[in-house]
């Protein structure tokens, strides 16, 4: 799948929610899918508009301990969050570009998963992170978003470079 990138109109829009029965046939070809293209460009997280689909989906893989460990967030909620922590962030919309981006230190979802069954789970670190990221991308947000004007200006110039090896 061809990954859309930041200034395509997909990822400034708030996604649907997912009607799970609908989706349900179709759901396993197109999580593998994205899975796969996620991997491909060894990244740890992947929502729906970023493959140009309006859905409150996103993938996850953090690989805690280096093992693989596949997550899948259907219409994902933050139910609490706490802590604060400073790390650089990137994201594959915007390859190349990378900034420090204050986020929740830990935070708990709740979702349904493939299969359609409600989960809760918490996660500090990166996987916190990548909650985070990825419900932000459902709701149209990005990780340039968070960033103060001064550094936010800067990093629109590294942008505009970033942007010419961008397909
Ligand atoms: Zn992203």
Redesign the pocket.
């Known amino acids: 799948m061809r990954i859309v990138k930041h200034g395509e109109k997909v990822l400034r829009q708030a996604c649907e929610p997912v009607d799970y029965a609908a989706v349900k046939r179709e759901l396993p070809r197109l999580l593998r899918d994205m899975f796969q293209t996620m991997y491909s460009v060894r990244g740890v997280?992947?929502?729906a508009p970023?493959v140009g689909l309006n859905l409150r989906l996103s993938v996850i893989d953090v690989r805690p301990e280096g093992k693989a460990q596949r997550l899948v967030l259907i219409n994902p909620v933050i139910v609490s969050k706490s802590g604060k922590v400073v790390h650089e962030e990137g994201?594959?919309?915007?390859p190349g570009v990378w900034a420090e981006v204050e986020r929740c230190a830990k935070v708990t979802i709740k979702a349904l998963d493939a299969r359609g069954r409600p989960y809760e789970m918490t996660g500090e670190g990166m996987l916190a992170r990548a909650f985070q990221?990825?419900v932000d991308?459902l709701n149209g947000k990005?990780?340039i978003d968070h960033l103060d004007f001064i550094t936010k200006l800067k990093v629109m110039s590294v942008i505009k470079e970033a942007r010419k090896n961008w397909t």
């Open positions: 997280g992947l929502a970023q994201c594959l919309s915007l990221h990825e991308h990005l990780f």
